[in-house]
Nanobody, 115 residues
Framework: QVQLVESGGGLVQAGGSLRLSCAAS????????MGWYRQAPGNQRELVAR???????NYADSVKGRFTISRDNAKNTVYLQMNSLKPEDTAVYYC?????????WGQGTQVTVSS
């Protein structure tokens, strides 16, 4: 069973930074991919950043150059460093793991960026 627990969300002013963490139950080596998605009110859930095992990270165009996804295998944790935040980044952010061919989701963490 896969459990993902996000943390690090909160309220920040535009231009500020936050770092989200996603702690997984067990080794993240077994996941084919891990990533971050977000969903704003009235919108569909969208990809923010994703790492496929053996591949390079990929990012949504709207966050390129501002967000960085990384992983700490020893801590079974994936991070999302978010810089230069904008009000349009406001959303619930979800951690995702693909294992073995099924998507697993965390409960989400709210990020609110004030103007």
């Amino acid at each position: 069973q896969v459990q993902l627990v996000e943390s690090g969300g909160g309220l920040v002013q535009a231009g500020g930074s936050l770092r989200l963490s996603c702690a997984a139950s067990g080794s993240i080596f077994r996941f084919n991919a891990m990533g971050w998605y977000r969903q704003a009110p009235g919108n569909q859930r969208e990809l923010v950043a994703r790492i496929v095992n053996g591949g390079s990270p990929n990012y949504a165009d709207s966050v390129k150059g501002r967000f960085t996804i990384s992983r700490d295998n020893a801590k079974n944790t994936v991070y999302l460093q978010m810089n230069s935040l904008k009000p349009e980044d406001t959303a619930v952010y979800y951690c995702n793991a693909l294992f073995p061919d099924k998507d697993h989701w965390g409960q989400g963490t709210q990020v609110t960026v004030s103007s």
